[in-house]
């Protein structure tokens, strides 16, 4: 976020059009969400989060727009381009180990190409590096530390 907010700097874009804040998620986001600033809020996340997210809002009627509880399907065609469909579900899945709202959560795979795609992704999962963040070369790694 901080990169990219740094290109919208060196763009020219003017100072306050884009924001980047950083903090606890239920503190900073109830504090935003309460706010009469901004005009639409904008949320993929869990039902009980987006729940939230309404009660707060409603105070203001700021509008919102809220992707709730979904499951982020993948669909791979008889025709795909296997290496590159794995290569994607792969990333997808272990970046920020998979917990990520609109990763792939569930693949669904011709049948024509199915056995091969299977095969394939096994194998670039069982060679997924995983380990602690500080771990040289770790693809996956857990996402809580003691202050979480």
């Not at 003017?14 to 600033?37: E, F, H």
């Not at 569930?106 to 992704?121: D, P």
């Amino acid at each position: 976020c901080f990169e990219i907010a740094e290109l919208f700097e060196e763009a020219r874009v003017p100072k306050g059009v884009i924001n980047v804040v950083t903090g606890v998620g239920p503190v900073i986001g109830d504090a935003l969400t309460r706010s009469p600033v901004p005009d639409i809020i904008s949320m993929t996340g869990s039902v009980a989060v987006g729940q939230s997210i309404m009660r707060n809002a409603a105070e203001h009627i700021t509008k919102l727009s809220l992707e709730l509880g979904g499951k982020a399907p993948c669909l791979i065609m008889a025709d795909a381009d296997l290496d590159l469909a794995v290569d994607r579900v792969h990333a997808s899945r272990v970046i920020f180990t998979g917990q990520v709202c609109n990763c792939a959560e569930r693949v669904y795979v011709h049948e024509k190409v199915a056995q091969e795609f299977t095969e394939k992704l096994v194998a670039k999962m069982a060679a997924t590096k995983v380990g602690a963040p500080e771990t040289t070369g770790a693809e996956m790694c857990g996402l809580i530390n003691a202050a979480q």
